[in-house]
């Protein structure tokens, strides 16, 4: 069992920065196709990948939020990451870090869609 708790979201202007954290616990880590990010989603529109890392320290990122948000985790895999820079008013969402491990190297996609391991999202709000 993993459990996920996300912090760090608020509002913030256009072209801020805010730092989302995702604190886990859990024995899954080291499993081969572990992977673990994060995802959006904003009141009537469909969830969004945003950014995940794999067991291999492999990043994979939205196109949307590309050269603006970087994923990262510590030494110890206990926290993930996600600095977000240069913040739109389309970033506005609700932030989820969700976890699992894969049959095959995870995608946003399938951290989107198919984790079985989910937060219970941080907010966060972009103003123009």
């Known amino acids: 069992l993993v459990q996920l708790v996300e912090s760090g979201g608020g509002s913030v202007q256009a072209g801020g920065s805010l730092r989302l954290s995702c604190a886990a616990s859990?024995?899954?880590?080291?499993?081969?196709?572990?992977?673990w990010g994060w995802f959006r989603q904003a009141p009537g529109k469909q969830r969004e990948g945003v950014a995940l890392?794999?067991?291999?320290?492999?990043?994979s990122y939205a196109e949307s939020v590309k050269g603006r948000f970087t994923i990262s985790q510590d030494n110890a895999r206990d926290t993930l990451y996600l600095h977000m820079n240069s913040l739109k008013p389309e970033d506005t969402a609700m932030y989820y870090c969700?976890?699992?491990?894969?049959?095959?190297?995870?995608?946003?996609?399938?951290?989107?869609?198919?984790?079985?391991?989910w937060g219970q999202g941080t907010q966060v709000t972009v103003s123009s």
């Open positions: 969700a976890a699992d491990h894969f049959v095959s190297r995870p995608t946003l996609a399938t951290i989107t869609h198919l984790s079985r391991y």
């Open positions: 859990g024995d899954a880590f080291s499993n081969l196709y572990w992977g």
């Open positions: 890392i794999d067991s291999d320290g492999t990043t």
